[in-house]
């Protein structure tokens, strides 16, 4: 949708599986070679001999040259070099302060004609010769901090030959100033060697009013030209198909290109692979040839045909004619001429995505210019003021928000690699020291927690220019569904007068990748007692079709569409089988397995495969057999039906009172043994108290005794004082002596809430429930479990409640200890006027609306939101009145 400007050297990006990997640069020969640097020791003060306009010619000009001693009221660091500097402002000499406060001033201070001689670094050259160069110099700057416009504006450009002057650098007010020494560098420039050819460096002051003028102003040093370093600006390869056409353009910059035998021949770099694996019949180790025009090294890589699919890793290194050196590690995936292309394209965002915060789907024509793409829509992150086009994400205070997808079918592909792919453009402060304005975009498979595949922040410069990136998360082996969301949080309120983020093209792909066995180790089996183990792949086109030889032991079988083992082995042994898997397109891959079988020593096992066949059926409470994980999902992979403690329809165990209930087994022969120990897997979440007492979960056993039974004994427990595991652990307990006349016993699992609060947790699910017999052991435990009254209501309210002297109230939550708190204020029509977010149990409200602007009296309703662990508690709607 619209047309998007090509931008090859993309910034970082955070994700699981890059299709562009490290970069690694390893520098020789000319590394920094300056061709030309301006220290400004050589000038008298008020002095800047050799830079124009003179400040005498333009009385609003303060641009001048300094000494540090006479600052000295300034408390200034020491200058980069020496103690002299060409400086904007007006020096003090009464208190050594320095200021621009003389009305509304401008300045301008440039070099013209600074010379371009490759000689400096040892090159033989001609006037056709060309070098990338780059400018530097270090800044000290102290101006007004406002926001809200951009006042105080320092700039520093260049201009090449006649060309029109380039800003590398801008700052304003909207950018808080700094009292120490910043260096700046510009992006390589491309240059040709000679004395005809001029560039020329220019520093800008404008403080745009005479207000606020009572700062420093701007101090300018060691201002240098330098052969600019070599480096590979492509960031990722885009997946190639079997049998179709392939073409790509590497490219390049910095240093200096090699000079070509014949004058009339390009000038280039040399290139080669120094590691990994290319694809067969794939040309890259070439010479990279320089487009004057464009200003960077080419190499194209066209009308190449894949033969064959899987997965090519590989370093490049370029070398420049001074013998420096960039490389840059690429995955280049073939999928199989079969391939999925795309599953997801975004419709305009019209039907199914959900916005929250400033997300909202903006026409063409209500962009701002610089943003404008064509007629179709596109999401952006910025107020909405009608047709106006200074939108920006100043809201007087932080601002977070997501656009979040449909859901999207992924079953298929599950095991394969996902990659999002999408067009955006965006500005936001920029700020090295932290990560503010952050912009991002996330997965979720299922329901399960959101995993950061992107990000980029203040840190990151803004591209002010539409690009796109991509981003590869491997899709879990038992996903069904996924989500993709954008989220934009600007972390605080200040510096957020920028015109935000804008995404368009969202497309998702899969890249399949070369078909592979996950291979692990089998677990034990035993003579005579269930096994399941669940075989995986990656890679290919699913569905997979799964086999195994004649050697798979007696009593086990592999189905052939879901890859699990099952039965009962019969013998002791190893064993050792082959297990083949086929995907749709035909590929198949092979994987030797070995599988030990062991005598019996288990008096009772259960994976659950056969439901509760070996549980009774009583006092379950919410106890049941699921082989569909709960939501936010827990990983099942590998796993077949497991007994889970919750409802699979919401994904937790809050029933609106106190839950509990009893996983009992069968009563099973004790066969003589006088020790046992226990083993289960497990996967845990539930409220996080440190008092504890609440959300138990506990292991008991008991023994048949001649004809009674014994009370339960607790031989594990857990409660809201550990903190949820939130992962498959593998838990063990004993072991212990089996009472004296024992013949029986029993294993149950229990979990109780003990309340009705802070239940919105996904609770407990168990697996491969063991009970061994043991040589020896120690006596049972006799300890019994805490006992916990349960706990009193949450109360929410606002102090004072009406308003009526002052213009601030504040939100308060009693009984529960909170990590956030949310509030949401409507008038009586059920209209947003305000909202805000905290930390803890306290938020303050200085009544005013969404725009800043006290609201009128009246009467006006809330809701609250307090955040315990992972779940939300909602208050009831209340009511607050304003009387000032």
């Known amino acids: 949708m619209g047309v998007k400007k090509e931008v090859v050297g993309m910034e970082r990006r955070k994700v699981l599986v890059l299709l562009g990997l490290a970069v690694v ?181 404008d403080s745009r009013d005479s207000y606020s003028n009572k700062y420093l102003g701007w101090l300018i040093d060691d201002v240098e030209v330098r052969i600019a370093p070599l480096r590979i600006e492509t960031e990722f390869l885009d997946p190639a198909t079997v049998g179709e056409t392939y073409s790509v353009t590497l490219v390049a910059r910095g240093g200096v290109p090699k000079q070509p035998k014949q004058d009339d021949s390009k000038r280039y770099i040399e290139a080669r692979v120094i590691s990994g694996t290319v694809p067969p019949r794939l040309n890259i180790e070439n010479q990279w040839s320089l487009d004057t025009t464009k200003g960077r090294y080419e190499y194209e890589i066209k009308n190449w045909k894949p033969e064959s699919p899987g997965e090519y890793e590989f370093t490049i290194e370029i070398v420049d004619a001074l013998g420096q050196k960039a490389q840059k590690t690429f995955k280049l995936v073939v999928n199989p001429k079969e391939a999925i292309s795309s599953i997801f394209e975004e419709q305009d965002f019209s039907s199914g995505w959900e916005m929250t915060g400033l997300w909202h789907r903006i026409q063409n024509y209500q962009l701002p210019k610089e943003v404008q793409t064509s007629s179709a829509p596109v999401a952006g992150y910025c107020k909405e003021n009608g047709n106006d086009p200074d939108r920006y994400y100043d809201t007087g205070d932080r601002t977070f928000g997501y656009l979040t997808s449909p859901e999207i079918d992924v079953s298929k592909y599950a095991g394969s690699n996902l990659r999002v792919q999408f067009s955006h453009w965006r500005e936001v402060e920029s700020y090295d020291k932290g990560k503010y304005d952050l912009t991002f975009v996330e997965v979720s498979f ?54 935000g983020w804008y995404v368009d093209d969202v497309v998702l792909t899969i890249a399949t990748g070369t078909l592979e066995i996950v291979k692990e180790r089998l677990p034990v089996g035993e003579v005579g007692m269930p096994y399941y183990y669940k075989f995986q792949a990656t890679g290919g086109v699913p569905p997979y079709t799964w086999e195994a030889d004649t050697r798979l032991p007696d009593g086990l079988s592999l189905n052939r569409k879901t890859g699990e083992l099952t039965g009962k082995p019969t013998k002791k042994a190893d064993f050792t089988f082959t297990v083949t898997v086929k995907d749709s397109t035909g590929q198949s891959v092979s994987e030797d397995f070995t599988l030990v079988v062991e005598e019996k020593t288990s008096l009772f096992a259960d994976g659950f495969e056969d439901g509760l066949g070996n549980w009774e059926g009583e006092n379950l409470g919410l106890w049941h057999v699921t082989k569909a994980p709960p939501k936010p999902m827990v990983d099942l992979s590998g796993r077949g039906n497991v007994a889970y403690y919750g409802k699979d329809e919401t994904g937790n165990y809050n029933t609106g009172a106190r839950t509990y209930g009893y996983l009992t087994s069968n009563p099973f022969a004790l066969d003589g043994a006088k020790a046992f120990k226990v083993t289960f897997d497990y996967w ?72 009705r609060f802070y239940n919105n947790y996904v609770g407990w699910l168990i697996d491969n429930v063991k009970v061994a017999k043991a040589d020896s052991g120690s006596p049972l435990p006799t300890s019994s479990l805490t006992l916990t009254a349960a706990r009193g209501e949450i109360t929410f309210q606002n102090i004072p409640n009406p308003v009526r002297d002052v213009h601030t109230t504040t939100f308060v939550v009693r009984g529960v200890e909170a990590e956030r708190i949310r509030v949401e204020v409507y008038d009586l029509a059920g209209k947003l006027v305000w909202k805000g977010e905290a930390l803890g149990n306290e938020l303050t409200w200085h009544t005013e609306d969404l725009t800043g602007l006290p609201l009128a009296n009246g009467v006006y309703l809330y809701k609250v939101y307090v955040k315990v662990g992972e779940a939300w508690i909602v208050s009831d709607v209340k009511k607050l009145v304003i009387l000032r």
């Not at 550990?722 to 016993?745: L, Q």
């Open 25 to 205: 640069l390893a520098w020789a020969g000319g590394l920094g070679q300056t061709l030309w640097k301006e220290t400004f020791e050589g000038l008298t003060p008020p002095d800047v001999s050799g830079w124009n306009p003179v400040p005498s010619k333009t009385p609003s000009n303060l641009w001048k040259g300094v000494d540090i001693a006479q600052l000295w009221g300034e408390g200034l660091p020491a200058f980069p070099s020496g103690t002299k500097a060409a400086y904007f402002g007006h020096v003090d000499t009464a208190t050594g302060k320095g200021n621009y406060d003389q009305g509304k001033v401008w300045g301008e201070l440039f070099r013209e004609d600074i010379p371009i001689d490759l000689r400096k670094a040892g090159l033989s050259v001609s006037d056709r010769d060309y070098a990338f160069v780059q400018i530097r110099f270090w800044s000290l700057r102290e101006v007004e901090y406002y926001p809200g416009k951009e006042f105080d504006i320092t700039e520093a450009a260049y201009r090449y030959d006649d060309g029109t002057p380039q800003t590398f650098s801008h700052k304003s007010s909207k950018d808080k100033s700094q009292r120490t020494w910043e260096e700046v560098v510009s992006d390589p420039i491309l240059v040709q060697n000679g004395t005809t050819h001029k560039l020329t460096v220019i520093f800008r002051f």
């Open 446 to 499: 299922d329901g399960k927690t959101w995993v950061r595949i992107w990000e980029k922040s203040s840190a990151d410069s803004s591209e002010r220019q539409w690009i796109t990136e991509a981003a590869e998360v491997l899709i879990p082996p038992d996903a069904r569904t996924v989500r993709v969301r954008f989220g934009f949080d600007s972390v605080d309120r200040n510096n957020n007068h920028y015109y």
């Open 684 to 755: 845990r979440e539930v409220e996080f108290y440190g008092a504890g007492g609440y959300d138990q979960t506990y292991v008991q056993v008991r023994f048949l005794i001649g004809t009674s039974w014994s009370t339960w004994y607790t031989v594990w427990s857990r409660d809201c004082a550990t903190p949820s595991e939130k992962a498959w652990t593998t838990a063990t307990s004993g072991p212990y002596s089996v009472p004296s006349g024992a013949t029986k016993m029993q294993i149950r699992f229990v979990f109780d809430s003990v309340d």
